[in-house]
């Protein structure tokens, strides 16, 4: 980090109170009393507290070098500082000389200025129009936004498309920026869109635990949210160490979970047809001791195998008849109010794995 030159000072103070400073940076001061700033990596986006400075990044010149694409980029700060680097954050030894080679002099700068203050204040305007249109629809700017999977990832998510259940519901809705905001379902809300969703593994970042999940949808979006409810990047994901290999096992470890609680609801065949539904006051109590109780012992487990194989037949041919019906409820209700008589809840229940 430097003073301005003279010859571009003036110009720079005076674009400095429309500039926005939101580009992340560290800067440190070195014994000699040099400070030098460089750009986050992905290390550093696992301390919050790393990232302590924000400049406002101008672009000043593009070239191809030896087959690369090489950027050279004004970074500014408030303190009125700046910094002259390569795209990658490498500075080249001779800051002022390369900025005389490529901005040349001080209207060149102050017309780039101009131009790029100005991108920034259309960025403004549209994030503020779609920040009111998300208020409106009772969420805010970060609420999670569907994107496509990054080529790294599209053949696990898209091969996998076929095996997954869309039965998680949330809400969706596309704002001016043509973007498909999703969120999970609050109170008295209806979802119109359902995905699958998929647990990622925790990341601890300065002794606080964060935790992501992976929203996959049916026309091949998808969509990352924290714990907060805020949308994530892939890039962050990186930044803290989620690769592709660690996303690839947790999808197919919802997979096999999601296999898991499909057999045992589709093996409760006749406790769901005579009851209505398998999420239902009776049926929790008889899932309940079914994986508490009968689970445990070897008869048990022979006899849970036994009905799954044979009720899928019997509630196919008598499901539909009354007299089954009420035949059945004559013969679980007593069962179920004993059960509930020693301990097992007719609360809300999930399947053990």
Known sequence: MIPPPDEIKSVIMEAMPMMIFDKPKIAGTFSNGVTCVRSPNRFDYRDADAVNVYSFDLKLYSHSYEGLDVTYILWIFKNGSVAFCYVDGHENGKPWALFKK????????????????????IKIEKKKRLEKELLDAGMDYFTPRCMRAPEAMKYTVYYRLEKMKFDQPKVGYTFQDGIFHVWKLRNGETGNVFSFDVQLSPIDRTQKQYSYSMWIFENKNIAISDSEGHSVSWETLEKVDHNYNAMSARISEALRIQNQKEKRKHGCYVATAVYGDYDCPEVWVLRRF??????????????????????????????????FVSLCR????PMIVRLKSRGFSDQKYEDCD
């Open 102 to 121: 490529y901005c040349k002099d001080a209207s060149t700068l102050r017309s780039k200025l101009i131009n790029a203050l100005t991108e920034q204040g």
């Open 290 to 323: 079914r994986d508490s109780v009968l689970q445990q012992y070897c008869l048990g487990h022979l006899f849970i195998k036994a009905y799954y194989a044979i009720s899928p037949s019997l509630v196919r041919i008598m499901g539909g008849k009354r007299w």
């Open 330 to 333: 004559r013969i679980l209700n």
